[in-house]
């Protein structure tokens, strides 16, 4: 009989925190490319994508047609560009542990 009255108060306690824990505000997701313009400067973000990717030797940054394709692929949200992290990867390594380009 004890052990039920353990467990009812842990239910107790449990739903009480659950129901102060619904009242706190959830953080926004942030949107996409933003705070970009300030971390990148002038550059529009695909520019600076593959203008860092042609800096730490990947070929897709020595495509013609790479900001074409940043930019396409930042517009239309299909997939998860990080231009921060594209734009300021230090090695080969780095960039493809951001997830977009492939950087062989």
């Known amino acids: 009989m004890r ?10 306690l449990s739903f009480i925190t659950s ?12 949107t996409p490319d933003s705070g970009d ?5 002038d ?3 695909a520019v600076a994508v593959c203008e860092n990717l042609d800096f730490v030797g990947c070929p897709e940054g020595r495509d013609p ?8 692929a930042i517009d239309a949200g299909l997939t998860r560009v990080d231009v921060p992290c594209l734009a300021h990867a ?3 390594a780095a960039v493809r542990a951001c997830g977009f380009a492939g950087c062989p």
């Open 43 to 45: 550059a529009t973000p």
């Open 19 to 30: 129901r102060a824990l619904m009242g706190c505000p959830q953080p926004q997701p942030p």
């Open 65 to 72: 047609k790479c900001a074409e394709v940043i930019a396409h």
């Open 3 to 12: 052990f039920i009255d353990e467990m009812g108060w842990c239910v107790v």
């Open 90 to 92: 230090s090695t080969r």
């Open 37 to 41: 313009a300030a971390l990148l400067g």
